[in-house]
Nanobody
Framework: VQLQASGGGWVQPGGSLRLSCAASGFAFNRTYMRWVRQPPGQETEFVASMSSVGNAYYQDAVKGRFTISRDNAKNMLYLQMNSLKSEDTAVYYC?????RGRGTLVTVSS
């Protein structure tokens, strides 16, 4: 199983970023996928998840700002992040139930 997140970077508050996750080595189209994040000095927390058929769930703090999506034909998971806040600063990871890939750092700061 390989999961590689990308698309992070620095953005000002109110800005947007789109994260991508390339998946390989397993049946992505049948796998429940999630985004988690780890803010500096804090524990890892759930951000959003999506079932194999597209049912999405979000942490309350990101509802209405973040959108999770997937392309099963391309084995890709996405996270569109809008109206970013400083508290969204974290390393973001895509994950299955048992595997967390390499993360991508998102920094929201003026």
């Amino acid at each position: 199983v390989q999961l590689q997140a990308s698309g992070g970077g620095w953005v000002q508050p109110g800005g947007s970023l789109r994260l991508s996750c390339a998946a390989s080595g397993f049946a992505f189209n049948r796998t429940y996928m999630r985004w988690v994040r780890q803010p500096p000095g804090q524990e890892t927390e759930f951000v959003a998840s999506m079932s194999s058929v597209g049912n999405a769930y979000y942490q309350d703090a990101v509802k209405g700002r973040f959108t999770i999506s997937r392309d099963n034909a391309k084995n890709m998971l996405y996270l569109q992040m809008n109206s970013l806040k400083s508290e969204d600063t974290a390393v973001y990871y895509c994950a299955t139930d048992s595997v967390r890939g390499r993360g991508t750092l998102v920094t929201v700061s003026s």
